[in-house]
């Protein structure tokens, strides 16, 4: 194991283990051929396990991005939510959106993205997390699916990075403190 990681949360084995129950729960809600499924990635940090996710799902869906972020630099919120990429389609009304975040903290992003994508105009909007902290909640919010409930530490891997690294790493881990103790 790296030495600026403390110890590995969730290991690959487990990360397969729940996006494949994650993508089970979602095609049992989604399999009505009425729906319109569009899994919206938020770049960067859900890129890993929305490759995962829609390998795993069975009905039919298309995919789109949007980048959006609270966070200012390291691992302080600033409580305010910038959209880097916005999603632009014609035919949001007949969309059934499924925002696919890596983590929910303070609850601020998502919260937020739910409200700005119903605002223009999807007919549905859910939300699925690969990692949830109900303990950082600053806003009452709970997404329709949860990969796993995790402790309050701050963790990297599969996506989830600190100041753009450590994406790569193939499992969930916590960051030894030292490595930002110097914020
Ligand atoms: P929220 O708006 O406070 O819920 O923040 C969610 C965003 O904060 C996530 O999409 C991540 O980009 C970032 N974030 C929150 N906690 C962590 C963490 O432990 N590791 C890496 N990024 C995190
Ligand atoms: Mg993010």
């Known amino acids: ?32 051929g009425e729906k319109n499924l569009v899994l919206v990635c938020i770049l960067k940090g859900s890129i890993v396990f929305m490759g995962e996710l829609m390998k795993r799902i069975t009905v039919p869906c298309e995919i789109d991005c949007m980048k959006a972020s609270s966070y200012g630099a390291g691992t302080v919120t600033t409580g305010t939510v910038n959209i880097h990429l916005d999603l632009v389609r014609p035919d949001l009304d007949r969309c ?11 609850g601020v992003t998502l919260s937020y993205l739910t409200r700005y994508l119903l605002g223009k105009g999807a007919r549905s909007v859910r939300t699925c997390t690969l990692l ?34 450590y994406r790569a790493l193939p499992y969930v881990a916590v960051l030894d403190p030292s490595v930002y103790s110097g914020e």
Do not use: H, Q, W
């Open 132 to 165: 949830d902290k109900p303990s950082r909640r600053r806003v009452d919010f709970t997404p329709d699916y949860c990969g796993a409930e995790i402790p309050d530490e701050f963790v990297v891997g599969f996506g989830l990075d600190y100041n753009e690294r």
């Open 1 to 32: 194991m790296r030495n600026d990681i403390a110890k590995i949360l969730i290991d690959p084995e487990e990360l397969d283990a729940i996006i494949a129950r994650v993508a089970a729960e979602i095609d049992r809600d989604y399999k009505d």
């Open 96 to 106: 059934d959106l499924l925002i696919i975040e890596d983590i929910i903290d303070s």
